[in-house]
């Protein structure tokens, strides 16, 4: 018996609220340990991030407030 599992990686740019500094970069690594987030890329003007994640496991306001208990303030 297999199973075959589809997984929806979608991608969207958030904006961070707070001047980046050595706190944020280290909270934007620990955040991509959170289930269901991929990757999180620091967008080259250094103001937004770049996130995949699986849309099977949550919804693009669970990401944003998952994002924020980890330290990050981010807008939707």
């Given at each position: 018996m297999s199973y075959t599992f589809s997984?929806?990686?979608?991608?969207?740019r958030l904006k961070l609220d707070n001047a980046l500094d050595e706190?944020?970069?280290?909270r934007i690594s620990d955040a991509?340990?959170?289930?269901?987030?991929?990757?999180?890329?620091?967008?080259?003007s250094m103001t937004s991030i770049l996130v995949e994640y699986d849309a099977t496991r949550m919804r693009p306001t669970d990401l944003?407030?998952?994002l924020r208990k980890a330290g990050?303030?981010?807008e939707n």
């Open positions: 997984l929806t990686k979608i991608q969207i706190k944020i970069l280290e991509q340990a959170i289930y269901g987030i991929d990757w999180i890329r620091l967008d080259p944003a407030a998952n990050l303030a981010v």
